[in-house]
């Protein structure tokens, strides 16, 4: 128990001579922005995913054989969406590849943009989600969490990739003490399951009772303080700000 204790600590309040600086407990944010923003595309945009892509193709296969309830076109575009913002974000990693600092800070300014303009289409229709509200939401969210995976692959910082916790979850149980393993990083994978389940239950209160634009408010809220703090911490160009391999 101690060990996990202090392992959340250290991902939470990193020390000084910690590889990856800062970056753990900004990427717990970026995680609570994962569960705001699926809270979102499945209760509020007809039960579709656009972080989730894993949830969004058995979706995809339930729509085809005609399953209720499910759009086989919500779906397509999620995913089309989030690879097209995928493809920003290995593009991103591979321009800023030497400066971990100044990638997750444009990539979190850039995702930022896409959902002020997902707040301001929800709020031209008062949290009404009509079609075309539907899909700009799909497209715009899509793309933001498609570049956000494929920064968190970039930044490596191990057990917070900030969308995914199958892995992170099977690593928990598999790599524990009762299955012969030595259970690295307990605390910060804990921390990440419950990063998400934070988001979810919040987002997921606000979109029940109405409140689909405070929602994604939220989520812009958090991305802006993620680039805003990086932007700051990694302005003298420290070492966790360089490429770790």
Excluded: C
């Excluded at 600086?21 to 994962?34: C, I, N, S």
């Excluded at 397509?76 to 591979?94: E, Q, Y």
């Excluded at 299955?179 to 389940?197: D, F, K, N, T, Y």
Aim: glycine residues 10%.
């Amino acid at each position: 128990m101690r060990r996990l204790l202090n392992d959340a600590v250290r991902t939470l309040v990193p020390t000084g001579g910690d590889r990856h600086g800062p970056l753990p407990p900004l990427m717990l944010t970026l995680t609570v922005v994962t569960g705001l923003v699926d809270a979102v595309s499945y209760l509020g945009l007809g039960h579709v995913f656009v972080a989730n892509m894993t949830g969004n193709v058995v979706f995809l296969g339930f729509a085809l054989a005609g399953a209720a309830n499910l759009s086989v076109l919500a779906s397509v575009v999620a995913l089309a969406a989030f690879l097209a913002g995928a493809l920003t974000g290995g593009r991103l990693g591979t321009r800023f590849a030497t400066h971990r600092g100044n990638l997750l800070k444009t990539a979190t300014a850039l995702q930022a943009v896409l959902v002020a303009v997902t707040v301001a289409a929800a709020a031209v229709t008062d949290g009404r989600v009509t079609t075309s509200v539907q899909y700009t939401l799909i497209v715009f969210l899509g793309l933001g969490m498609g570049l956000q995976n494929a920064v968190a692959r970039h930044l490596a910082v191990p057990d917070l990739t900030t969308t995914v916790l199958t892995l992170t979850l099977t690593g928990l149980a598999a790599d524990s003490t009762p299955a012969g393993g030595e259970a690295p990083r307990p605390g910060r994978r804990i921390l990440s399951v419950l990063a998400m389940l934070l988001g979810a239950l919040v987002g997921a209160q606000l979109v029940l009772h109405g409140h689909l634009v405070l929602t994604l408010g939220l989520a812009l809220l958090l991305l802006a303080l993620v680039s805003v703090t990086t932007h700051r911490l990694s302005a003298a160009d420290p070492a966790w700000a360089r490429s770790p391999s």
